[in-house]
């Protein structure tokens, strides 16, 4: 299951989602984890707080990019807020690849998102 790809757990009314994933994962275990990343945002109240930690991601693919805009739109639709942190230098040079830097708050530790997402 996709569970060791992730931890979820809750800190002040913020809900973090540390990304757990290994430089290669198969398709399907992704396809999991993007559905079970999914289902954490349903049912919550709209004005949710979220902090991504991707400390523990090196490599990132269109995949991982998808999911993290496909989570920024649920949010923001939603009237949540959303806050990146641990950008490896990859995974910062990725988005800037991508002109999607300028999509996310983004910080360099868990605990200064949590402080901006606490704010915004």
């Keep these: 299951m996709s569970q060791h790809l992730y931890r979820h757990t809750t800190e002040g009314g913020i809900h973090v989602i540390e990304l757990l994933l290994p430089m290669q994962i198969d398709h399907t275990e992704f396809d999991k984890l993007n559905d079970v990343v999914g289902e954490l945002l349903e049912g919550k109240p709209a004005t949710e707080r979220w902090v991504i930690d991707l400390t523990h991601v090196e490599y990132i693919g269109s995949a991982l990019l998808g999911l993290l805009v496909n989570l920024r739109q649920r949010v ?9 942190c641990g950008l490896s230098q990859h995974v910062d040079k990725a988005l800037r690849t991508c002109s999607l830097q300028s999509l996310f ?5 868990r605990e200064a998102a949590m402080k901006r997402a606490a704010s915004l």
Excluded: E, F, N, Y
């Excluded at 923001?76 to 990146?84: A, E, F, P, Q």
């Design 76 to 84: 923001k639709t939603g009237g949540g807020r959303l806050v990146l």
């Design 105 to 109: 708050t983004i910080t360099d530790k």
